[in-house]
């Protein structure tokens, strides 16, 4: 077994390795036929790699083996349709089964803390004077409230539907789907901070994101504008057109006509004005939710009575509550439409070029590099504006590129740590037992899923997920990954052997390099090992920047690994997995 001061020696060349990466960053295309990799000097193996680290959250030798058997175009048109049968995610994805209810199953299932206070004090289950969130014989009381009425806590909610994301990740046969999820997520992003809009995410990721995430964009614009998730999220839901005669403040809401141009549509350049925001507001307002027992306040029978409203699942467009004057957008006018009004504004936007343009780039930092090739995305806005916003034709236009093939872009993208974790769970074909804490330590790296409080979602840039306390924990959580208690993750090191037990240190290294890192030359880990005099640098950055919490973790961390283990051919597999997972190379995809 190797002594312990080589394994730290490890741990701390590969920190400063880490810490590169922080100065690190600052024509006709047939779309038919074979990927044009080896036109860019990429071995089939390499393209395979290269391909599954763009689609994918994550591979293994099998499934290496299983593209190159396949074929890579075929993959690739198999996971544009999305559609494998996934029993045994299905099969997972039943212990999560509230995350797929309807809204207003949620809403009477999961009611927000407030309306139980309301309802117990109504009933006279307690006194409103005993109210006191501080007091246990408050809280034991509505607890037993809850469980009369059958009701559930929010945060069950929140917890399944957090599991259910890492499982569908993890799992999922379809990956592209999932990744493409995330993406549309970010971009139309919604957040638990907003209380009012947090009962609604799950629905909205599953019923409105997943199923029009490979589709036309125009379809998932519309989809978003209409979800209650994103009408509560940025305050469409109580848009009404201002009523001059009124004296109290005026009812038009603008914050969602804004981010729609900015974010979702035209982006921040796309030649619209403060003036369009306004008229957009008004082209929208009336478009708000159907009333459920926690939301609404118009009487369900008096939506029938107006012919001019329009109800769809959890959409209701009030038409007493709509602008009916006459507004410009972008040189568009707007009649006196009614609901047919904001359908004809999301379906211009959807169609204009800044749309094309904005989006196909975002697109292409997400798969390519932060900063792609202008003839690329010029591609890619043709692709958009010729096929309907079709984003599985911007995709394969994207894949059939030669700049997607380019050695220059191929593990210049900084995995976050979301794809990190799942990344490390799916190379070693681990389970995740227990998502919760591998949802902690994604946290812990700084990615807090579905609680990004800006409409822009998280920034898709190297430099924004890579600094030296996210280092420092991305390191601890390769450390910690192969064990159960820490990470969720249950996985068997010595199965990846093949039973045998590794020689030395450096030839663990080659086993589970190769595994990890199959296109990866594994010499470069090897020369680490003979690194000297790193320590104190090391020392001096760390103590430098971790925090308290930090601190208790790593020393915590420090004594696992100085502490004999009873199987010491495990801890010292699961030490050189940990230095793996935490090096350079494997933050890359």
């Known amino acids: 077994m190797p002594p312990m001061k080589v394994m730290i020696r490890i741990a701390v060349v590969l920190f400063i390795s880490l810490s590169f990466l922080l100065t690190g960053y600052s024509q006709e295309v047939k779309v038919k036929g074979s990927f044009p990799y080896k036109q860019q000097g990429l071995t089939e193996k390499e393209a395979i790699v290269h391909l599954l680290s763009r689609f994918t959250y994550g591979f293994d030798e099998q499934q290496i083996e299983k593209v190159e058997k396949q074929g890579l175009e075929k993959w690739f048109r198999q996971q544009l349709e999305g559609n494998i049968k996934d029993e045994r995610l299905n099969n997972l994805m039943s212990n999560y089964a509230d ?35 501080s007091k246990h014989s408050y809280k034991e009381a509505i607890r037993k409230f809850m469980e009369v009425k059958g009701y559930r806590p929010e945060n069950e909610l929140n917890r399944q539907f957090l599991a259910s994301k890492i499982v569908r990740a993890v799992y999922s046969q379809n990956q592209l789907r999932e990744v493409m999820t995330d993406f549309w997520f970010n971009h139309f992003n919604v957040s638990f901070t907003k209380g009012q809009a947090a009962p609604f995410i799950p629905n909205y990721e599953a019923y409105v994101i997943r199923p029009n995430a490979l589709g036309d964009f125009e379809d998932l614009l519309l989809a978003t504008a209409k979800a209650p998730a ?3 999220y940025l305050d469409n839901f109580s848009s009404v057109a201002d009523n001059p005669k009124s004296k109290g403040k005026k009812g038009l809401n603008e914050n969602y006509a804004r981010e729609l141009m900015e974010l979702h549509t035209l982006g921040v350049d796309g030649g619209y004005t403060q003036k369009d925001v306004t008229e957009a507001a008004r082209v929208l307002t009336g478009w708000t939710i159907y009333p459920m027992q926690g939301y609404g306040n118009v009487q369900k029978e008096n939506i029938a009575n107006n012919k001019n409203n329009v109800t769809d699942g959890d959409f209701l467009f009030l038409a007493n509550r709509h602008d009916k004057g006459t507004k410009t957008v972008l040189a568009h006018t707007f009649s006196n439409k ?14 204009k070029p800044q749309t094309a343009e904005f989006i196909v780039h975002k697109l292409a930092v997400r798969f390519v590099s932060d900063n792609p090739s202008p003839v690329l995305v010029n591609r890619m806005k043709d692709a958009f504006l010729k096929n309907n916003g079709d984003i599985s034709v911007v995709l394969t236009m994207m894949v059939y590129s030669p700049e997607f093939w380019d050695k220059k872009t191929i593990d210049q993208k900084i995995k976050t740590p979301f794809e990190l974790a799942i990344s490390a769970v799916r190379g070693l074909d681990a389970d995740v037992n227990n998502p919760v804490k591998l949802n902690n330590w994604v946290t812990r ?27 420092l924990n991305r390191m601890n959580f390769g450390l910690s990954f192969t064990s159960e208690n820490n990470s969720g993750v249950e996985v068997d ?26 296109e990866v030359d594994i010499d470069v880990l090897k020369k680490r090992l003979t690194q000297q005099d ?20 790593d020393r915590a961390q420090e004594q696992k690994i100085s502490t004999k283990s009873k199987n010491q051919t495990n801890a010292m597999l699961a030490q050189i997995v940990g230095l793996i997972i935490g090096s350079p190379e494997f933050q890359r995809r």
């Open 99 to 133: 995350v797929l209810l309807s809204n207003r199953a949620i809403d009477s299932l999961y009611p927000r803390s407030a309306r139980v206070r309301r309802q117990a004090v109504k009933e006279g289950f307690i006194s409103k004077d005993s109210i006191d969130n």
């Open 230 to 232: 994103m009408l509560m």
């Open 338 to 351: 009614g609901y047919e009004e904001g359908v004809e504004l999301l379906k211009m936007l959807a169609s």
């Open 445 to 471: 790296m700084g990615e807090q899923k579905y609680h990004y409080i800006a409409p822009t979602g998280f920034p898709d840039k190297s430099d924004y997920w890579i600094n030296t306390g996210s280092l």
């Open 493 to 518: 090191l010595m199965r990846v052997t093949g039973g045998r037990e590794p020689e030395s240190a450096e030839q663990a290294l080659e086993v589970f390099g190769r595994k990890l890192l199959p």
């Open 534 to 553: 790193l320590q104190e640098k090391v020392s001096a950055a760390s103590q430098k920047n971790r925090d308290k919490s930090m601190m208790q973790d």
